[in-house]
């Protein structure tokens, strides 16, 4: 099982970036998949997730009118779209495989800062 994230990198306060994630080694199109980040403010934090037939996400509070989740089961890839981007969201965003969130990709590193 691999889940490659990508996409992260340093953004303004009110920018846009889209995390890529992308599954390999599993029937992906099986799996519920979630993003979930960690900094050193707020530790591990649940960000948002999709069902496995991508008609159905779930946002934190915080991400709630400004992330997006989605997938493409063709591709074996899960996005994350984030808008409107604030400092509190700097962090580590990993994407999640399964219910058991029991594998995690490496991590990409999104910095919001002016």
């Known amino acids: 099982v691999q889940l490659q994230a990508s996409g992260g990198g340093l953004v303004q306060p009110g920018g846009s970036l889209r995390l890529s994630c992308a599954a390999s080694g599993f029937t992906f199109s099986g799996y519920w998949m979630y993003w979930i980040r960690q900094n050193s403010e707020k530790g591990v934090e649940w960000v948002s997730t999709?069902?496995?037939?991508?008609?159905?996400?779930w946002y934190s509070d915080s991400g709630k009118g400004r992330f997006t989740i989605s997938r493409d089961n063709a591709k074996n890839t899960v996005y994350l779209e984030m808008n409107a981007l604030k400092d509190e969201d700097t962090a580590l965003y990993y994407c999640?495989?399964?219910?058991?969130?029991?594998?995690w990709g490496q991590g990409t590193q999104v910095t919001v800062s002016s």
């Open positions: 999640v495989r399964g219910v058991y969130r029991d594998y």
């Open positions: 999709i069902n496995p037939e991508g008609d159905n996400t």
